[in-house]
């Protein structure tokens, strides 16, 4: 047991209705049922192999970007803004030698957890659906350089008595 029964602890509180993200100018609302914000790295840090001898080889990987998915209720006000930005973005594609930057934010006041980004990469675009329930829009986001600016929930690292 972390704690004696009985002693004085702190008692933690979430809501994911205080959190902030931002793509461009668009202000992210209306989020999936269970959620709308994944963050996941496209590598490892390190690739690892073995020589014939068995000697351990790492190499450093390199990459920095961070896959994001965003899951969005099909009334949110952010889609048909988002969507201008998809199709700007594909109609510039190979254009000129560098992607045009679209910054990312997320902000989770709770936890005080941030992430940053000058470029936003549109991976995927949602297409149409209709059935019997409300289906989510889901896009698909590279953040080229930003996974070594995150900060990760500094605000719930309490100090010990």
């Not at 992430?115 to 289906?135: G, H, I, L, R, W």
Request: glycine share 4%; aromatic share 12%; proline share 8%.
């Amino acid at each position: 047991m972390a704690f004696q029964p009985g002693l004085p602890r702190a008692a933690f509180q979430y809501s994911f209705a205080q959190v902030q993200c931002i793509v461009g100018i668009v202000h992210l609302n209306h989020f999936g049922d269970d959620g709308g914000i994944e963050f996941e790295y496209a590598t490892d840090l390190v690739e690892a192999s073995t020589s014939a001898d068995g000697f351990r080889t790492y190499t450093a990987t390199n990459d920095e970007s961070v896959k994001v998915t965003l899951t969005l209720k099909p009334h949110s006000r952010a889609i048909p803004l988002l969507d201008v930005l998809v199709k700007t973005q594909v109609a510039t594609l190979g254009r000129k030698p560098t992607m045009t930057p679209i910054p990312f934010f997320f902000l989770d006041p709770s936890t005080g957890s941030t992430v940053a980004s000058e470029y936003v990469v549109f991976m995927s675009e949602p297409t149409q659906n209709a059935s019997k329930s409300v289906t989510d829009r889901v896009y698909v986001i590279d953040l080229p350089y930003a996974r070594f600016r995150q900060l990760f929930s500094p605000t719930l690292i309490v100090p010990t008595p």
